[in-house]
């Protein structure tokens, strides 16, 4: 336990917290020197993947954009293959849509619709678990291709947001929590 908790300290220390931004009462974190620091980023991408690696993932799906980060080389370390996750218009071929609301307003994320098979067992990943709603939004986009989520995986999760609350029984799995 003492190695995890050092390295959890490690991880933190690569965090910067931009007070009020993008808004007032808003403290951002900033994922940007972590991602700046090869020994710290190899140790993110290690703690994802970690709780994951007995769980028979098929496939990764991971959100646009800081997703992508995290996603690639976590599906490398799992032996699965690689999905994105768009925003609308980005993807060449036919696919699956599904809406998600916003705080003012509505989103969308697509996936191809040929991207996985039904008996595929997926870990949805993304940079930041804030209110949840992006993450189950993909989870319907698995659905709509008939494949299992496995679980969600995140580098951050924002605590105070209570978004684990929305996913019922589903695994989360979280590098650090603020």
Request: proline letters at 7%; glycine letters at 10%.
């Amino acid at each position: 336990m003492p190695h995890l908790i050092n390295a959890m300290e490690q991880l933190d220390r690569h965090i910067t917290i931009v007070p009020n931004f993008p808004k007032p009462g808003i403290d951002f974190k900033d994922i940007t020197p972590l991602l700046g620091s090869a020994p710290a980023f190899a140790l993110a991408v290690v703690g994802m993947i970690t709780p994951w690696r007995d769980a028979g993932i098929t496939h990764v799906i991971a959100i646009e954009s800081r997703g992508f980060i995290f996603g690639a080389p976590i599906a490398l370390g799992l032996g699965a293959s690689f999905v994105p996750v768009r925003k609308p218009g980005k993807l060449p071929r036919t696919v699956f849509r599904e809406a998600y609301a916003l705080e003012y307003g509505t989103d969308a994320v697509e996936m191809h619709a040929d991207a996985i098979p039904p008996d595929a067992r997926v870990l949805i990943v993304d940079d930041v678990l804030a209110t949840g709603g992006t993450a189950l939004a993909v989870s319907r986009l698995v659905q709509s291709a008939g494949a299992a989520v496995a679980g969600y995986g995140f580098l951050i999760e924002l605590m105070d947001l209570g978004a684990r609350r929305h996913f019922g029984e589903a695994r989360i799995e979280a590098t650090l929590r603020y």
